[in-house]
């Protein structure tokens, strides 16, 4: 009876085992279940997009057809071709009054300078009184002997004599004071004039101003290297602006350096004539184009791209997909461009390094 009741009592601990086992398996598959929302989501990350490859610019440039022109430019000045310069003869001294500035027009003996007289007024004054006074005392003594049938020879002699030297003192004192003062020897424009003011002081030898010929005007264009490339009858195209005006003339060289004079202060100027030329002042500066070469339907390639070799010129050319040299011909060529004579046509490409 005691062992049965004892059997009873072991299965039924048994059975409580199994129960709270299957119990505990159960609530951890359950948390194992659940546990899944609790561990962050692994975003599945975006693919990096395709990159396409750069596209390989080769450095080419097409050859082309246009006009081409081989010139020198430069600018010239408007000059008097007959210029009168006016230079102190004897003269200087502390200048008063200047009456004259460039562009001035002025007539042959036009007062042009005046310089301090100190008391030449007053001197001139009383010595001109004393000519008088000579003049009169001879001119009633000869009257008188005219009159009497002579006589008086003596008195009449020295009456002479004091009139020679008042005369003579009077023509000295006037021609110091003549070189107080400055003339224009000619008649002209002052293109060029000292510049002085009121208690300057000017010395014998001076160049005062020079008065050109308004009439005699032409292009002076100074350049030593340039100027062998011009020759007497050539024409030059010339272009200047003036009080909002365009001006286009073509005119002739009349003069090159080579005409020049070995004593000469123009070496190296090209005269150029500048007959009809509208509006211009001495001084004014005008543009000037000697065209040497031109070709209106050129083959032509940036001067960049021309290499040379022992004498030869050639360019690298892209054909077929490759970099091949050839040589060519060159005519016309500017700072910026080359003529192909021989060697290329309009269309193909070429390196340009």
Not at 18 to 27: A, E, G, M, P, R
Not at 48 to 70: D, K, N
Request: proline share 5%.
């Amino acid at each position: 009876m005691h062992m049965f009741r004892t059997s009873r009592v072991f299965l039924k601990s048994r059975s409580l085992f199994k129960t709270i086992t299957f119990s505990l398996v159960i609530i951890f598959m359950s948390l194992s279940l659940s546990g899944c929302f609790l561990w962050p989501v692994q975003e599945e990350l975006p693919k990096p997009p395709l990159v396409a490859p750069e596209e390989v610019s080769l450095p080419l440039t097409t050859v082309v057809r246009g006009p081409i022109e081989e010139s020198i430019r430069g600018t010239a000045n408007f000059a008097a071709a007959i210029t009168e310069p006016v230079i102190l003869d004897k003269q200087g001294g502390t200048v008063v009054v200047l009456h004259i500035k460039e562009g001035d027009v002025v007539n042959k003996g036009d007062l042009l300078l005046e310089l301090d007289t100190g008391n030449l007024d007053d001197q001139l004054y009383y010595k001109r009184i004393d000519h008088e006074r000579a003049q009169i005392a001879y001119d009633r003594l000869k009257e008188r002997s005219d009159i009497e049938g002579g006589g008086y020879k003596y008195d009449l002699r020295l009456a002479e004599l004091t009139l020679e030297v008042e005369t003579k003192k009077l023509n000295e004192l006037e021609e110091t004071y003549r070189r107080t003062r400055v003339f224009a020897p000619v008649s002209g424009q002052i293109n060029f004039v000292r510049r002085l003011k009121p208690g300057d002081p000017i010395s014998d030898g001076t160049t005062l101003c020079h008065i050109s010929d308004p009439n005699s005007g032409v292009l002076e264009y100074n350049n030593t290297a340039n100027a062998p490339a011009f020759k007497i009858g050539t024409k030059v195209q010339i272009t200047y602006s003036k009080n909002k005006e365009q001006f286009e003339y073509e005119c002739e060289v009349i003069g090159t350096p080579f005409d020049q004079p070995e004593d000469s202060n123009k070496k190296g100027v090209v005269t150029i004539d500048a007959t009809g030329l509208q509006n211009l002042e001495f001084g004014d500066r005008v543009t000037i184009k000697l065209v040497l070469n031109s070709n209106e339907n050129a083959i032509l390639v940036p001067k960049s791209v021309i290499r040379e070799n022992q004498g030869d010129n050639f360019v690298y050319v892209y054909e077929d997909g490759m970099r091949s040299q050839r040589l060519v011909e060159v005519g016309i060529m500017t700072a910026t461009q080359a003529e192909i004579i021989e060697g290329l046509e309009p269309g193909e490409q070429v390196f340009t390094r």
